[in-house]
């Protein structure tokens, strides 16, 4: 189980044994350069900083969404809610008109998914790279969370956590 000096963890090991760890599901949105909505879904986000207000996720360099975020240097990041699995797998895929058929509304002069447990509108602090990935860090300008279950992403599915009347 414990890799051997020398050796490399694979990207499948890395994959299956972080699985192990419940993240929530959350959807990074903006627009393009053309003014469309973009967005792309992450179970790499977390927050950084209370003082000053800050978040980070992760894109992979392979996106074709994150440079039209990286661009624009504002965006939302959307927790979604329980009832949010067909915008998880939406999001989750690389092209095509991920806001077809979902509800969703302008905020701020940026694409919002409605029904979400929680936005965060954001301004891009910074890039970092971070292997096949870049790690974004993003000021926190405005939040609100609206008491919606979350969806969660463990064990290569997405869930829904017990209610804590469920789980007494």
Excluded: Y
């Excluded at 972080?18 to 053309?34: E, L, Q, R, Y």
């Excluded at 980070?56 to 994150?66: D, I, Y």
């Amino acid at each position: 189980m414990v890799s051997r000096p020398g050796t490399r963890v694979g990207a499948e090991e890395l994959r299956r044994t972080c699985g192990a760890w419940p993240t929530g599901v959350a959807v990074v949105t903006s627009v393009g350069a053309d003014g469309a909505p973009v967005g792309l879904a992450v179970n790499s986000f977390t927050s950084l900083s209370l003082d000053p207000p800050l978040v980070l996720f992760c894109a992979a360099l392979s996106s074709t969404t994150w440079p039209h975020i990286r661009a624009t240097g504002r965006f939302l990041v959307q927790m979604l809610a329980a009832d949010q699995r067909t915008a998880a797998q939406v999001f989750a895929r690389s092209g095509g008109d991920k806001f077809a058929g979902l509800a969703w509304h302008w905020l701020d002069g940026l694409p919002a998914l409605d029904g979400t447990s929680a936005v965060l509108k954001c301004s891009l602090e910074g890039v970092q790279p971070g292997g096949d990935h870049e790690i974004a860090v993003g000021r926190v300008e405005a939040a609100e969370a609206f008491g919606r279950r979350p969806l969660v992403f463990h064990d290569g599915g997405l869930h829904v956590l017990p209610s804590p009347e469920a789980a007494a």
